[in-house]
C-alpha cells in the first residue's frame, strides 16, 4: 500500500502563492509517476502536473503552464507544486497521486493511490 499525505493548502489572493506538499509513504518502489490532480465544485477531477521520480521529467497542464511548477525531494519522499500568479479558477480541493505507468500525462484511471486532497481558495 502507498500513502500519500497532502498539505500546504490554504487562502490566497488573486495573484498571490501557495507551495503544495505530498508526502509518500509505504511501498513506493514501484511507483514511477507523482502528479497532482484538482478538483473544483461540480466539476470532475483534472490534471494538473507530473514528475516521475528517478529523472525529473515534467508534464503541466496547459491551463497551469508558466505559472506552476511541480518538483520533488527523492530522499524526504516527498513531491511539491509551487503555484504562482494565482487565479479564482485555480480554487480547488487539490490531490496528490502515485502510479506505476510511466506514460505523461496520467489520466485518473491510471493513478491507483490518492491523498484525502488539500483545499486551495483563491480570493477575488
Known amino acids: 500500500q502507498v500513502q500519500l499525505v497532502e498539505s500546504g493548502g490554504g487562502l490566497v489572493q488573486v495573484g498571490g502563492s501557495l507551495r503544495l506538499s505530498c508526502a509518500a509513504s509505504g511501498r513506493t518502489d514501484s511507483m514511477n509517476v507523482m502528479s497532482w490532480f484538482r478538483q473544483a465544485p461540480g466539476k470532475e477531477r483534472a490534471f494538473v502536473a507530473s514528475i516521475t521520480w528517478r529523472g525529473g521529467n515534467k508534464y503541466y497542464a496547459d491551463s497551469v503552464k508558466g505559472r506552476f511548477t511541480i518538483s520533488r525531494d527523492n530522499a524526504k519522499n516527498t513531491v511539491y507544486l509551487q503555484m504562482s500568479s494565482l487565479k479564482p479558477g485555480d480554487t480547488a480541493v487539490y490531490y496528490c497521486?502515485?502510479?506505476?505507468?510511466?506514460?505523461?500525462?496520467?489520466?485518473?484511471?491510471?493513478?491507483?493511490?490518492w491523498g484525502k486532497g488539500t483545499q486551495v481558495t483563491v480570493s477575488s
Open positions: 497521486g502515485a502510479n506505476p505507468a510511466r506514460h505523461l500525462p496520467p489520466t485518473e484511471s491510471d493513478v491507483p493511490y
